[in-house]
Nanobody
Framework: QVQLVESGGGSVQPGGSLRLSCAAS????????MGWFRQAPGKERKGVAR???????TYADPVKGRFIISRDNAKNTLYLQMNNLEPEDTAMYYC??????????????WGQGTQVTVSS
């Protein structure tokens, strides 16, 4: 099993930046598919970005060119650099993990979430 704790959320103005962190513990971090998801009130949870254990990265269309997912295996931490934030990015952001290197649609491990609010 793995425990995930997100941090770095907050309130920013449009065009601002935030860096989310996801600290993993309890199990091996390296080699896992890791992902970021977000859920706005009244909407379904959507994938934002994911990184396979081999380093393959995919982004959702709304964040392409603005967000960057990365990981530091030495620190057991996943990051999401969020640039040029828009009000539409406002949501609760969750870190998730699989037990495999490859990514799929099932993530059994989740963090508690960190709120991101973008408004003027």
């Amino acid at each position: 099993q793995v425990q995930l704790v997100e941090s770095g959320g907050g309130s920013v103005q449009p065009g601002g930046s935030l860096r989310l962190s996801c600290a993993a513990s309890g199990a091996t971090f390296s080699g896992r598919c890791m992902g970021w998801f977000r859920q706005a009130p009244g909407k379904e949870r959507k994938g934002v970005a994911r990184m396979g254990g081999t380093g393959v990265i995919t982004y959702a269309d709304p964040v392409k060119g603005r967000f960057i997912i990365s990981r530091d295996n030495a620190k057991n931490t996943l990051y999401l650099q969020m640039n040029n934030l828009e009000p539409e990015d406002t949501a609760m952001y969750y870190c998730a993990a699989r037990s495999t290197n490859y990514c799929s649609d099932t993530f059994p491990y989740w963090g508690q979430g960190t709120q991101v609010t973008v408004s003027s």
